[in-house]
């Protein structure tokens, strides 16, 4: 079993950043691949950013490329989201996910674990 818990959001300007984090559990989580979703009102949710094991592979949602970054420090047992110029769009609950792979993972039904979220409001 591996928890995954997340924190970070909260209430922002547009034009602002945030960093958020997902801290998990266990012992091999640097076999782990590991996506940030978001789901907004009334939206399905929906991939923001994937990481493979190492770090080395990365993949964005085209809302987010330029402003968004993934990273992960397998020391740490934490996946980061640094998120830069924040626009009201991207308001939502943000999500983070885990699965057992070394490869980058990119579709939500084939995470195995989830946090609880963590909510993200940018105002205009």
């Known amino acids: 079993q591996v928890q995954l818990v997340e924190s970070g959001g909260g209430l922002v300007q547009a034009g602002g950043s945030l960093r958020l984090s997902c801290a998990a559990s266990g012992r091999t989580f640097s076999i782990y691949a590991m996506g940030w979703f978001r789901q907004a009102p009334g939206k399905e949710r929906e991939l923001v950013a994937a990481i493979n094991w190492s770090g080395g592979s990365t993949n964005y949602a085209d809302s987010v490329k330029d402003r968004f970054t993934i990273s992960r420090d397998n020391a740490k047992n934490t996946v980061y989201l640094q998120m830069n110029a924040l626009k009201p769009e991207d308001t939502a609950v943000y999500y983070c996910?885990?699965?057992?792979?070394?490869?980058?993972?990119?579709?939500?039904?084939?995470?195995?674990?989830w946090g609880q979220g963590t909510q993200v409001t940018v105002s205009s």
């Open positions: 996910a885990a699965r057992p792979s070394i490869l980058q993972i990119t579709t939500q039904a084939d995470y195995t674990y």
